[in-house]
């Protein structure tokens, strides 16, 4: 036994990811006493500005855009009541297939291995006993999530083993829910768009492959609040016009794939520190 604190990491691309798949395991574990650390991978740059100015749009400024982003990120930590933030600050890559992929600097331009060194350094520090990223695909193909995901596995090889790896997903069964939801809350939008039906049909795992539910239902409303606090993205974060209520109904549990692990917990699980208290 030692007096080292349980350790949660989660690793993120950009600012608002945190709340959005993990904002409520990080504010139930904060709550059990548990350290709670957020790596966030970019400075969220190619976010959008003041008044939903977008990237590449006259008056649209990268430098302010991620120092405004950088406040909003703090602001959410203090809500979800994070013990530890430490960014990474790669520049923002923007979605798939943006002219921003290919900038200098760009996170999805970075070598893998010079990311995953700077990793490995925070995770020497922290030793977190769970690690939560993306899987593969970075959930739903987002270059900067996808790199989160190959340097975070390339770090943990560089490091001690780490007891419980985790890739956050959705059941398949939550994501038809949500489409519903999205029609519901979708303004005029008569029909749904086939494509965007397929896309989501495809996006998470069936409901029997996942490993893990957190319950988190009593945190939908420090989650809500964290992801209110990145107010100047707000056009782009669905979530937000459901109301409290629905949210809680919708986001009351957190779900995800254990891809490592060294305790000998059964899955399914509830708890991403099973084995380990």
């Known amino acids: 036994m030692t007096d080292r604190p349980l350790t949660l ?14 904002g409520g395991i990080l504010a139930r574990y904060a709550a059990e006493g548990i350290r709670t650390v957020l790596v966030t991978c970019t400075d969220g740059s190619c976010g959008d500005g003041p008044e939903g100015v977008k990237p590449g749009d006259p008056g649209h400024d ?3 855009v991620a120092a405004m982003r950088r406040q909003e990120l703090e602001a959410s930590c203090a809500v979800l009541e994070i013990s530890d933030l430490e960014m990474l600050d790669y520049a923002d890559s ?11 600097g760009a996170f999805w331009q970075t070598p893998v291995e010079e990311g995953a060194a700077r990793l490995a350094e925070l995770m020497r520090h922290y030793r977190p006993d769970v690690v939560v990223t993306y899987d593969e695909n970075g959930f739903y193909g987002h270059p900067d999530h996808i790199q989160a995901h190959r340097i975070t596995m390339a770090a943990l090889e560089l490091t001690a083993p780490t007891p419980k790896v985790y890739w956050t997903t959705a059941p398949r ?9 999205m029609r519901e809350f979708g303004g005029d939008t008569p029909e749904p768009d086939p494509a965007e039906t397929a896309a989501l049909a495809e996006i998470g795992l069936p409901d029997d492959e996942i490993t893990t539910w957190v319950d988190t239902t009593a945190f939908s409303g420090q989650k ?16 937000l016009k459901m109301g409290r209520e629905r949210f809680s109904e919708l986001m009351g549990v957190e779900t995800f794939v254990r891809v490592r692990d060294t ?3 059964t899955v399914p699980e509830s708890d991403l520190f099973a084995g380990l208290r």
Do not use: C, K
């Open 9 to 22: 990491m989660a690793v993120h691309a950009h600012p608002d990811d945190e709340a959005t798949g993990t």
């Open 62 to 64: 990268p430098a302010a």
């Open 94 to 104: 923007g979605m798939m297939g943006w002219p921003s992929n290919d900038a200098p």
């Open 173 to 181: 069964s939550m994501m038809q829910r949500f489409g519903q939801v």
């Open 224 to 239: 809500f609040d964290a992801l209110a606090a990145h107010a100047s993205q707000g056009e782009n974060i669905f979530f």
């Open 263 to 265: 305790t000998g917990a």
